[in-house]
């Protein structure tokens, strides 16, 4: 015996709510693609001996290249401002160091996607896997140049201290911050390519108003007061450099200076979060 349906007894058929733009697909891929480790750890090895292929010294011209800039700055800057190379040539030395970790992270971040677009449409990976690529390579390149630290601490040995175990906080942010900064760039350069052009003069600039090759000390050496100081201050560059070169050298890092990068950490993984949320299944259309 048949039943027959009418049709107020059928309950309409609803489409299922896309949740490809929610905080836990967010979560998730930022969760899977650092599982991956070995996927995006072997693609950023791969890109440094990429970009050294077929050189005589290999990898080791990211030493030498650094090591020569940070020694000719470090000597003229030093004889313009009447400075003890003593103590300006490690100040300067690893300001570039943590300059360069900091400004590549920004410059390459915002090309991440665009310049990976064969993996994005061919690899069916997260989003992320690029990101820790990115910070990957970042990070050897920062281990080849910390070599540079050790030879200058050799020739002008500076008083360190057991603060030097601040570095490694410092150091942890630095990559939270690089994984952040990548996202954000990453995916605005994506879809408005201006921004990349933007970031280039931006980063420059900053460069200069940064203490890396002059010190808070040649601005206040003859003002009376710190108000030039402050303008410094403004610059969330210098509180970067101040909680990892500080401990470095043996110099007292003041806590406002941690809390400063904290939170610019926190901000700036918010708005990371929020970008990826909702622009994250985007980005393969528009690379």
């Not at 733009?21 to 890109?47: I, K, N, S």
């Not at 290249?65 to 300006?88: H, N, S």
């Not at 970067?240 to 400063?260: D, K, M, N, Q, T």
């Amino acid at each position: 015996m048949s039943t027959v349906l009418h049709d107020d007894d059928v309950a309409p058929l609803r489409p299922q709510a896309s949740d490809s733009r929610t905080l836990r697909r967010a979560l998730t891929d930022l969760r899977v693609g650092f599982a991956q480790r070995e996927l995006w750890a072997l693609l950023g090895w791969q890109d440094i001996k990429q970009r050294y292929r077929r050189s005589l010294l290999g990898p080791l011209w990211i030493t030498v290249a650094t090591g020569v800039t940070a020694v000719a700055m470090g000597l003229l800057y030093g004889e313009l401002f009447g400075a003890d190379i003593k103590t300006f040539l490690p100040h300067v030395t690893l300001g570039l160091i943590f300059w360069n970790f900091i400004s590549q992270s920004i410059l390459e971040g915002a090309v991440v996607f665009s310049s990976n677009e064969g993996l994005l449409k061919q690899i069916p990976s997260p989003l992320s896997v690029h990101v820790y690529r990115l910070v990957w390579r970042q990070s050897i390149i920062f281990a080849h140049n910390i070599v540079i630290y050790a030879v200058v601490m050799a020739v002008f040995p500076q008083p360190v201290n057991w603060t030097i175990l601040l570095i490694i906080p410092a150091l942890f942010l630095f990559a939270l911050n690089a994984v952040w900064v990548t996202i954000v760039f990453g995916i605005l350069s994506t879809r408005f390519r201006d921004i990349g052009q933007l970031l280039a003069t931006l980063v420059q600039l900053v460069f200069f108003m940064t203490p890396i090759i002059w010190t808070t000390d040649n601005i206040t050496k003859n003002v009376d007061n710190s108000s030039r100081l402050k303008l410094v201050e403004i610059n969330p560059m210098f509180h970067y450099l101040e909680i990892s070169r500080g401990p470095l050298v043996g110099e007292h890092v003041e806590a406002y200076h941690w809390f400063i990068v904290i939170g610019c950490t926190a901000v700036g993984w918010l708005a990371a979060l929020l970008i990826l949320r909702n622009y994250r299944a985007r980005v393969a259309y528009w690379v």
